[in-house]
């Protein structure tokens, strides 16, 4: 594992601010991509998957660390991510309901989200190649998950309602396709904020 991370922070951008950039434009593009999947769990999985890719696409190219980032962004994002949106639709059930139901709601909401971003941190962190930074990446990770995950889709949902009715009011066609553009706003979000600070982690940390 050592050996992949080698080419940890070697990308295929040049300059810290377009690392950056490209890390957080992956997570925006690839979260829309697998938002528009109809089903909310298929989505995750989806959005997962492309942000993981894209996200590799960033980096100097290595088959071997590209599989291994790939591998390990996709198949633990979608579990990952895929609480956080579970945890969101049952908190979107309470809707309406006692402020103490509420409040619990959310805070499982934030604790089964925070499970989901640790898992994912904890399966990219070993290719980070150090094990101070892994152990911030896994950190980071924790609260990136009960925070920017819920905030993400939160805001994005908001988003979403506005994008998807003028957009079917711009294309009639599309008014049967609101509940997917809804989505593919909501996830774009979602993984936009959690990528934030990973962003800015890994142009800190590039070593060129």
């Known amino acids: 594992m050592s050996a992949l991370a080698e080419k940890w922070v070697e990308p295929r951008v040049g300059g810290r601010t377009a690392i950056a950039l490209t890390w ?3 997570a925006l593009i ?3 991509i697998g938002g528009a999947v109809p089903h909310p769990l ?3 999985a989806a959005s997962a998957a492309v942000v993981g890719l894209l996200q590799t696409l960033s980096f100097r190219p290595d088959l071997r660390y590209g599989a291994g980032w790939f591998c390990a962004s996709a198949l633990a994002g979608s ?3 895929g609480a956080a949106v579970i945890g969101g639709l049952a908190f979107a059930d309470l809707t309406g309901g006692e402020p103490a139901a509420l409040r619990e709601g959310l805070a499982a909401w934030a604790a089964l989200s925070a499970i989901g971003g640790l898992l994912l941190a904890a399966a990219q962190a070993p290719l980070t190649g150090r094990r101070g930074l892994g152990i911030v990446w896994c950190l980071l990770g924790l609260c990136a998950g009960a925070v920017l995950w819920p905030a993400g889709l939160t805001l994005g949902h908001r988003l979403g309602v506005e994008a998807s009715r003028e957009a079917a009011s ?3 066609q ?4 609101e509940g997917s553009l809804r989505q593919a706003v909501e996830f774009a979000m979602a993984w936009f904020l ?3 600070p990973f962003g800015l982690m890994v142009a800190a940390n590039d070593r060129r």
């Open 42 to 44: 298929q989505g995750a």
């Open 24 to 26: 957080w434009l992956a």
């Open 174 to 177: 599309l008014a049967d396709h």
């Open 79 to 81: 579990l990952g991510f």
């Open 30 to 32: 690839g979260g829309a």
């Open 194 to 196: 959690h990528s934030l």
């Open 170 to 172: 711009l294309l009639p």
